[in-house]
Structures are given as C-alpha cells and as structure tokens.
C-alpha cells in the first residue's frame, strides 16, 4: 500500500471510532432493560416513587424501624439502608419484579444479591444472607414476593441478630451493579 494509502486508512479508522463514540454516548444508556418505559422514574437524591414488598417474609410495616442515618464501622460511615430482623432462615423476597444481576462475596455484606428492576433505573442489594436461593443464577428474571435467599449474619453482622441488611440504589444510564446513589428504603417500605 502507498503511503497515502496508509494516511488514507488510517483516517477512515479514525473516523469510525469517532463515529462509533458518538453513537455510543448518544444512544440508549440502559442495556437489557427492555424497553422499560413503564417504571417509576429516578433521579439521583430523589426519593423512590415505584411500589416495593417489605422483602422479609412475614415482616409488618409496622415493625420496621428507621436506622438509615445511624453511624456504622465505628463512625467511619453512615448506615444509608434498612436493617430488617428476622430469624435466621427466613426467607428473602423480591422487593420489586427484576433481574439478578449480581451474586456477590463482600467482606462487609457477607452473601449478596444485587438485583437491577425491571426499567433498569434502580438497583436492590441485599446482604448477611445465609444462603441463596437453591436455583438462583445471574441473569434470572425474578418477580416481587419471589424467594430469593433466606435471612443470615454473614459479613460483619452480629451472629445473635441475624437480619437483611436492604439497599435501593437509583442508577443513571450506563451504571453498573456496583455504583447508583443511595435512595432511603424505609419511607417506601413503611409508607411513611
Ligand atoms: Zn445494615
């Protein structure tokens, strides 16, 4: 090849990333969400405005206890979640219809599940489980009220108050399981 040919090569690949690029920042941000224009939107710091189970069977609203500013890690952080206590073994439900997108070992959180909803704009994590449900896989679609995990104390959960350790996390486009901003669970969960 001459060595305009070359110039000329290399300028069309330049300008099919740049193409590329392009598309990719402007096109659709949710991948796999199925289309999801039906579900509660968020923006970030908003509160969550969809319809979520208290994911702890048998648990009442009125038993739910507000812990979502209380310091953790010896005051090196805030809790920003819901801590509901049951008996170890209880099972955990869905709070919402979703898709597993995460089956997690944390140091913290012990046996985790993050579960993305089905629009696509929130992420569930629920953590100190005992054990998963025995067919649970990633990518499995799950619907609210669906037994996922049972309630434990691994991580740095006290062993004599086993609990769920729940989290709601609003996602901007493009976020993964891992990221989102915090949304307080107890308002919605409660219906305070
Ligand atoms: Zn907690």
Redesign the pocket.
């Known amino acids: 090849m001459s060595r305009f040919g070359l110039i000329a090569a290399a300028l069309i690949v330049l300008l099919l990333i740049g193409f590329a690029s392009i598309v990719r920042v402007t096109g659709p941000g949710w991948s796999g969400s199925g289309g999801g224009t039906t579900g509660p939107k968020l923006a970030k710091g908003a509160p969550y405005t969809g319809q979520l189970l208290i994911p702890v069977q048998g648990v009442a609203a009125s038993a739910l206890h507000d812990d979502w500013s209380e310091p953790r890690g010896d005051g090196t952080r805030v809790?920003h979640?819901i801590?509901i206590m049951a008996a170890r073994g209880t099972p955990v439900l869905a709070a919402a219809d979703g898709r597993i997108e995460k089956l997690f070992q944390s140091n913290l959180g012990g046996t985790t599940i993050y579960e993305r909803s089905a629009d696509g704009g929130t992420v569930f994590y629920y953590a100190h489980l005992d054990h998963y449900a025995p067919t649970l896989v990633e990518g499995q679609a799950v619907k609210a009220g669906q037994e996922i995990a049972a309630v434990g104390s691994t991580g740095d959960a006290d062993a004599g108050a086993p609990h769920l350790?729940f989290e709601i996390h609003a996602m901007t486009p493009g976020e993964r399981w891992w990221q989102g901003s915090e949304v307080d669970p107890y308002p919605v969960l409660a219906k305070r």
Do not use: L, M, R, Y
Request: glycine share 0%; aromatic share 0%; proline share 0%.
């Open positions: 809790h979640a801590d350790h």
